[in-house]
């Protein structure tokens, strides 16, 4: 019998490792990477790009867009893992309306932290302090039971190790 698709989201503010965590975890997986931030429209990097964070209808066509993955990935029984920021709690929501099972993977840290890996970012249109600190007070964390919880301050292994251990996994790591 064929193993069951399964669909991950790895969330987090910017900064927080949710590409390089979500391409290990679908490594670990066999499963297929999609960093969120590649379906953002041409409108919203620009305006990220300028400082300016984004609002919710700036996210409404991008969570669509994300959801819809879930459900074709599903639909096609390949297992997906998705970076995204999904801040708000209907955010999760709407990605969770897409697939039957979505399982959460929060990274979080501190705010020093995070702005220091901002800072040795170059390739990349999130700028600006104030684009985090908007990003920290926006954030409506995950309860327990809601996500699963990664320290930032841990490495990304160690990260996925827990991560995969509490999804009772570790049989499939490589």
Sequence with gaps: MMAKAKSILVMGVS????????????????ATFLDGDDYHSPGSIAKMSRGQPLNDGDREAWLATLADLYREYQAQGIS?????????HRYRDQLRAATPHLDILYLHGDRSVLMDRLERRSEHFFAGAHMLDSQLATLEVPSRDEAFR????DTPREIVNAFLDHLDMASSRP
Excluded at 81 to 87: D, E, K, R, T
Excluded at 150 to 153: A, M
């Design 150 to 153: 990664g320290d930032i301050r």
């Design 80 to 88: 997906l893992v998705i970076g995204c920021s999904a801040l708000k």
């Design 15 to 30: 900064g927080s490792g949710k590409s390089h965590v979500g391409r290990q975890v679908a490594a670990a997986m066999d």
